[in-house]
């Protein structure tokens, strides 16, 4: 069991930048992948980055490439989402997952834990 937790969101004007984190607790933090979605109202929820265990492969959706960034640090359990040049479309419920058998960019696939979400809202 992996318990997850979200912080770092909240409102910023266009352009401005916000830095989401997620702290685990649990199962070994870094034998996962971890992975960022987003959820905006009447949406469906959207793939926005994802990280392996050791950093080495990160996958970024289309719509956040060049603007958003992921990382983590093992010995904190914690995984990060800089994000950067906010626009209005990037408001979501943003959440945070730890998928055990590697990266899965599909929002929908089970067995992984999730977070509780945090929300992001990008003002005009």
């Known amino acids: 069991q992996v318990h997850l937790v979200e912080s770092g969101g909240g409102l910023v004007q266009t352009g401005g930048s916000l830095r989401l984190s997620c702290a685990a607790s649990g199962r070994t933090f870094s034998f996962y992948a971890m992975d960022w979605f987003r959820q905006a109202p009447g949406k469906e929820r959207e793939f926005v980055a994802a990280i392996t265990w050791g950093s080495d492969n990160i996958y970024y959706g289309d719509s956040v490439k060049g603007r958003f960034t992921i990382s983590r640090d093992n010995a904190k359990n914690t995984v990060y989402l800089q994000m950067n040049n906010l626009e209005p479309e990037d408001t979501a419920v943003y959440y945070c997952?730890?998928?055990?058998?590697?990266?899965?960019?599909?929002?929908?696939?089970?067995?992984?834990?999730w977070g509780q979400g945090t929300q992001v809202t990008v003002s005009s």
């Open positions: 997952a730890a998928d055990p058998w590697g990266v899965d960019t599909s929002p929908t696939s089970g067995g992984r834990y």
